[in-house]
């Protein structure tokens, strides 16, 4: 997966933004597949979205609108999600809610999680990353897969 640094620039801003008030948020790669089959992100969106905090935990909500409005920017632009990214106010992992409730729901997508409400910005060995499997589950990747995977270009 090819990124560009102004995508996990943005991305880190939205989150610490959010994180700031206490809140989770997410946002979405989105892209397009090269003739050698490697995902190339064009951009971040952020597809209408409620935080929720509980006082005792927190989560972002994308309802039915919400995935309509990305569904019809992604038919419009021929745009697929690669990535869903978003920040955990402790430690980066995956909850159940994150995998009962994907956005990114083709096979090879990730799911980006990082630490502390994304303080510390981008760095690959603390983002926890899963791949989705062929029959649907999230497997975690090591940190120097996902290093290899995840690759930042200046575009």
């Known amino acids: ?3 560009p640094r102004r995508v996990i620039d943005g991305s880190v801003k939205f989150l610490q933004d959010a994180g ?9 790669w989105v892209g397009t597949f090269s003739e050698d089959r490697t995902f190339e992100v064009k951009d971040a969106i952020a597809p209408p ?12 909500v994308i309802d039915k609108a919400g995935l309509f409005a ?4 992604l038919e419009r632009n021929a745009f697929l ?3 869903q990214v978003h920040a955990h106010p402790d430690d980066a992992y995956h909850s159940d809610t994150d995998d009962a409730f994907p956005v990114a729901t083709l096979a090879g997508a990730l ?3 990082l630490p502390r409400f994304a303080a510390a ?7 926890a990353t899963f791949q989705l499997s062929r029959s649907g589950e999230w497997v975690e990747l090591k940190a120097s897969a996902a290093q290899t995977l995840i690759q930042i270009v200046e575009a």
């Open 1 to 3: 997966m090819k990124v």
């Open 70 to 73: 990305l569904s019809k920017y």
């Open 49 to 60: 979205q409620r935080a929720v905090n509980t006082g005792t935990g927190c989560c972002v």
């Open 121 to 127: 910005g981008w760095d690959t060995a603390s983002v």
């Open 111 to 113: 799911s980006l999680v």
């Open 81 to 83: 999600v690669g990535a």
């Open 20 to 28: 700031a008030k206490g809140n989770e948020a997410l946002i979405v």
